[in-house]
């Protein structure tokens, strides 16, 4: 069983749809969470970090952490054409030199 | 400010070779980790560089090795290349974490590397 787990999708939805992107992991002991987005032949891009339980917004991006559930969430309001990309979860543990895990990634597609 | 850059961008080598990829951390940045992502999968840790020493290693073996820089660049190094190690290949940097351990890891465009 994989550390992280992602759905790969596709995902489908038209301009201005609410999308919902999610994540669950095994670890406990995971306490920073991140989404990226990666373009195609780009490198990931940093969206939204986040330390333990909670939300946090920035523009039309919301994160929620819920580590009871061991879950994370990300939300994007009014999707763009501009949003069709992949988008990665990653987190790590908040102890020393630490690696990211990442899930699978979702790919996301926003029609006109 | 300029972010994480890589090169080369695409590198094409054939089995049992040698490679050499480079990475030049955001301004301000002193720890490197590289990343492998295959297609369709996310990015795997390779391992971490601070002050010029491996600092953390994940799941690949010795035919991976790295080097890091005064200057905070570093180099990965592959050798003796098989089929397999065809993938993305990615560089991140961030502060020193126990400085601050809020900090980020921001990446490159990657150097995808092909092998025949």
């Known amino acids: 069983q994989k550390e992280v787990e992602q759905d790969p999708g596709p995902l489908s939805v038209p301009e201005g749809a609410i999308v919902s992107l999610n994540c669950t992991y095994s670890n406990s002991a995971f306490q920073y969470f991140m989404w990226y987005r990666q373009y195609s032949r780009k490198g990931p891009e940093l969206l939204m970090y986040t330390y333990s339980s909670g939300n946090k917004e920035d523009g039309r991006f919301t994160a929620q952490v819920d580590k009871s559930s061991k879950y994370i969430s990300l939300f994007i309001r009014d999707s763009q054409p501009s949003d069709s990309a992949t988008y990665l979860c990653?987190?790590?543990?908040?102890?020393?030199?630490?690696?990211?895990?990442f899930g699978t990634g979702t790919r996301l597609l926003v029609s006109p | 400010d300029a972010g994480v850059t890589q090169s080369p961008t695409h590198l094409i080598k054939t089995r049992g070779q040698q490679v050499t990829l480079r990475c030049s951390p955001k301004?301000?940045?002193?720890?490197v980790s590289w990343y492998q992502q295959a297609l369709g999968q996310g990015p795997q840790f390779i391992f971490q560089y601070y002050e010029e020493e491996e600092r953390q290693r994940g799941n690949f073996p010795d035919r991976f090795s790295g080097h890091q820089f005064p200057n905070y660049s570093s180099e990965l190094n592959v050798n003796a290349l098989l089929l397999g190690d065809s993938a993305l290949y990615l560089c991140?940097?961030?502060?020193?974490?126990?400085?601050?351990?809020?900090?980020?890891?921001?990446f490159g465009d990657g150097t995808r590397l092909s092998i025949l």
């Open positions: 301004s301000g940045h002193d720890t």
């Open positions: 991140a940097s961030s502060f020193f974490l126990r400085r601050n351990s809020n900090q980020p890891q921001h």
């Open positions: 990653a987190m790590r543990k908040n102890t020393g030199f630490q690696k990211l895990v």
